[in-house]
T-cell receptor, first 117, second 118 residues
């Protein structure tokens, strides 16, 4: 399967703990996006990378959130000191920029569902 | 700021009926992109279509068709002869353009849940 993959698919954690999610992109895609989706809502943009550079962060991304994309391949999203309000589905999407990098429509992974108790 | 409105929260139809999902958008950009995604019960968002702001041609793909009208800032999606497998939440999304002319981060509507029954 050459689609976007995310790990883990589900994560249950206690308030105050740190969690880290991983996203593996479609191989030729150089753009990678993180979104958060809560129940009954559409996904909301968190941050995006072009290759290894993090080029934009939403104001939704508090100081407790950090994302990395070393070497421009997989990406990780870490949440420190989790709060119950962080409970959501965290979605990763990747796209190209045209040509050999693929077209610019975003393809989504299956998401990581986070539950903070 | 960009905004997408999907006023229909939930629609129920009987199989083989036609159904139209409405999408209205707001943007100050002159170049932008519009998308529709399907989110079945399994949860994974599936890309359906991408349209450029400078291309108002309607598009048909099998039972799916899209009507883009800049004059009313709408990008509506019609499913002809609906099937049970069409049951899902459908999201309309809007993207501004990077300076390279490609689509960027997506602003989603709240989605329309379509229930198709036998």
């Amino acid at each position: 399967d050459t689609g976007v993959s995310q790990d883990p698919r589900h994560k249950i954690t206690k308030r105050g703990q740190n969690v880290t999610f991983r996203c593996d992109p479609i191989s030729e895609h150089n753009r990678l996006y993180w979104y958060r989706q809560t129940l009954g809502q559409g996904p909301e943009f968190l941050t995006y990378f072009q290759n290894e550079a993090q080029l934009e962060k939403s104001r939704l991304l508090s100081d407790r959130f950090s994302a990395e994309r070393p070497k421009g391949s997989f990406s990780t999203l870490e949440i420190q000191r989790t709060e119950q309000g962080d409970s959501a589905m965290y979605l990763c999407a990747t796209s190209g920029t045209g040509g050999a990098n693929g077209l610019d429509e975003q393809y989504f992974g299956p998401g990581t569902r986070l539950t903070v108790t | 700021a960009q905004k997408v409105t999907q006023a229909q929260t939930e629609i129920s139809v009987v199989e083989k009926e036609d159904v139209t999902l409405d999408c209205v958008y707001e943007t100050r950009d002159t170049t932008y992109y519009l998308f529709w995604y399907k989110q079945p019960p399994s949860g994974e968002l599936v890309f359906l279509i991408r349209r450029n702001s400078f291309d108002e041609q309607n598009e048909i793909s099998g039972r799916y068709s899209w009507n883009f009208q800049k004059s009313t800032s709408s990008f509506n999606f019609t499913i002809t002869a609906s099937q049970v497998v069409d049951s899902a939440v459908y999201f309309c999304a809007l993207s501004e353009a990077f300076n390279t002319g490609t689509a960027s981060k997506l602003t989603f509507g709240t989605g329309t849940r379509l229930q198709v029954t036998l």
